[in-house]
Structure formats: structure tokens, C-alpha cells
């Protein structure tokens, strides 16, 4: 059975930092893109960024140069480092798994039950 | 990033079909056949339903379907349920190398 298990929320001041963990298990970790997806509370799904089976990365705009994706193999685990936080930031973040290894954005059909980030002093 | 442009609600008995659009561009929508369809229910992580525009993941049901003409993807449910009521989003990959998301339908189930 697939799973995923986000950790690491919590509430950080403006400018702080914080990483995201999203453990996973049920499938071989490597064979899969895994991508992190946000909604600020009562919003919509924003696309956060997306780390591909040869280790490349995507950032959505709003992120780029303050976020960092990447992976540990040897955990089975995603992880989001998050710099320079703003309180636009404040969402509930979930891991997703890809469908396949290359594509970013052919499905993502396992999800984790998300991690709430709150940004505020 | 702006959003691809979905419907903020529609409505249908049970027993009867709607259909859900998604709007974009050529740099999306219109120029990739990535596009997928999630359902999420208040409180839930969301739900994968259709993926690269008209194909479902094993075990939804066949009642939902996806289509796509020029710019304008659309989500089909057919003989509709009390549980299809729910947000769906759509999403599509866009030109250099990035994901944008539509901004939600709220389906009420009526």
C-alpha cells in the first residue's frame, strides 16, 4: 500500500525557515517523480514544485530562489526546505506522488494528508 | 502564474450528467495533452480522476471522463452520486517546464 507522511509544519515568523519531510513507502521511492502541492486555507491548488527521477528540479515563480526540493533515497524521503518565508506562504502542504519518472505533470496519484504551514509573528 | 479558469460551481440532480470546463492558452492547455482532474473532499488530501486529458487511474469510476478541443478541457460525471459532491480541480502542464491549476469548481450534488 502506498503511503505518504508529511511532517514538520508548524507556525514560523515572517523571514524564518523550515523544512517539510514527506516519508514514503509502498514503492520503489526512485522510479517516481514526487511533487509538492499547496492551498492557502478556504483557496485553490497551487503547484509548488516537482524534483523528476534524474534528480532535476521545478519551481513554480512564487517560490523560486526560497524553496529547495530534494530527496534521500536511502529514506525513502521528500523533503522542502523553505527560506524566507512570507505569510502568503501559510497553506496546507501535501507530497504527491507522479505517476511516472520523467513527466512533471501526468498525474499525481498518490497523495499525503497534507502539513499545515502558518507564517505570522 | 495565473490560473487556468473553471466554472466557481455547478449543480445537478442525481442521476443526471455535468460537465465541469477548464480554460487555458496554447502554452497549456491547448499545446499538451497533460491534463488531470482531482476531486477533493472538505478536509481531504485530493483524488486523482483523470489524467493526460481523457485517461482514468484504476479504480475510478467509469462515470467520470475527460475531453479536451483547442484550449477548453472538459470533465464529464455522468449518472451522478450524492458522494461526487466535492471541489474538482484541473491542472496542466505549461510551457517551460511548469504545473498551473484551475481555480476549483465546488459540485453540488442537488
Known amino acids: 500500500e502506498v503511503q505518504l507522511l508529511e511532517s514538520g509544519g508548524g507556525l514560523v515568523q515572517p523571514g524564518g525557515s523550515l523544512r517539510l519531510s514527506c516519508a514514503a513507502s509502498?514503492?520503489?521511492?526512485?522510479?517516481?517523480?514526487m511533487t509538492w502541492v499547496r492551498q492557502a486555507p478556504g483557496k485553490g491548488l497551487e503547484w509548488v514544485s516537482t524534483?523528476?527521477?534524474?534528480?532535476?528540479?521545478y519551481y513554480a515563480d512564487s517560490v523560486e530562489g526560497r524553496f529547495t526540493i530534494s530527496t534521500d533515497n536511502s529514506k525513502n524521503t521528500l523533503y522542502l526546505q523553505m527560506n524566507s518565508l512570507r505569510a502568503e506562504d501559510t497553506a496546507v502542504y501535501y507530497c504527491?506522488?507522479?505517476?511516472?519518472?520523467?513527466?512533471?505533470?501526468?498525474?499525481?496519484?498518490?497523495w499525503g494528508q497534507g502539513t499545515l504551514i502558518t507564517v505570522s509573528s | 502564474q495565473s490560473a487556468l479558469t473553471q466554472p466557481a460551481s455547478v449543480s445537478g440532480s442525481p442521476g443526471q450528467s455535468i460537465t465541469i470546463s477548464c480554460t487555458g492558452t496554447s502554452s497549456d492547455v491547448g499545446g499538451h495533452k497533460y491534463v488531470s482532474w482531482y476531486q477533493q473532499h472538505p478536509g481531504k488530501a485530493p483524488k486523482l480522476m483523470i489524467y493526460d486529458v481523457t485517461n482514468r487511474p484504476s479504480g475510478v469510476s467509469n462515470r467520470f471522463s475527460g475531453s479536451k478541443s483547442g484550449n477548453t478541457a472538459s470533465l464529464t460525471i455522468s449518472g451522478l452520486q450524492a458522494e461526487d459532491e466535492a471541489d474538482y480541480y484541473c491542472?496542466?502542464?505549461?510551457?517551460?517546464?511548469?504545473?498551473?491549476f484551475g481555480g476549483g469548481t465546488k459540485l453540488t450534488v442537488l
Open positions: 524534483v523528476i527521477g534524474d534528480g532535476t528540479t
Open positions: 491542472s496542466s502542464y505549461r510551457d517551460f517546464s511548469t504545473v498551473v
Open positions: 509502498g514503492f520503489t521511492f526512485t522510479t517516481y517523480g
Open positions: 504527491a506522488k507522479g505517476r511516472d519518472r520523467i513527466r512533471i505533470s501526468s498525474g499525481w496519484d498518490y
